[in-house]
């Protein structure tokens, strides 16, 4: 019988530590979306598309770890949960991608489609966070997958 891979701990940790601060740029980039669309103040939307994209480049070493981890290493003892968290974190970062496309048209060609992406963006990566905390609250603990 074949030993099931153990995930690394360093590995957890950085996940653990990198994993919650795109989401914070994410809605940190939604609040100045919003507050664009309602006072017309440039400084809003240049605010927000740096956001997005800080919030990208922080998102990528959190993903390859949560890649590396439920889809090759430990494949076979991934959890359903593990597997959707992946695929509503990955789609959050291409709604993330095209919502920085938007953000670099011209200011008054932001809204509405800048507001509709990052609420979309921030509606899949909450989706995933509640569905990791069912999945532990239910395990009894905290383990990423």
């Known amino acids: 019988m ?10 957890n940790a950085i996940y653990g530590l ?3 601060i795109p989401f914070g740029f994410f809605v940190a980039a939604l ?11 440039i ?9 997005i994209v800080i919030g990208l480049v922080i998102a990528i070493i959190p993903r390859l770890i949560n890649l590396a981890q439920v889809w090759i290493t430990a494949r076979r003892t991934a959890l359903g ?6 695929w509503l974190n990955l789609l959050a970062i291409v709604a ?8 670099s048209r011209d200011a008054y060609g932001v809204i509405p489609a800048g507001v509709w992406l990052s609420a979309v963006t921030v509606l899949l990566l909450a989706v995933g966070h509640v569905v990791i905390a069912v999945r532990n609250t239910a395990a009894g603990g905290y383990v990423h997958g």
């Open 2 to 11: 074949k030993p099931q891979p153990h995930r690394s701990v360093v590995a």
């Open 18 to 20: 990198l994993n919650p």
């Open 31 to 41: 609040i100045f979306d919003i507050t664009y669309a309602n006072t017309g103040v």
């Open 43 to 51: 400084l809003w939307m240049k605010a927000a598309a740096w956001l």
């Open 81 to 86: 949960a593990d597997r959707l968290d992946f």
């Open 96 to 103: 993330a991608i095209f919502n920085a496309f938007v953000h």
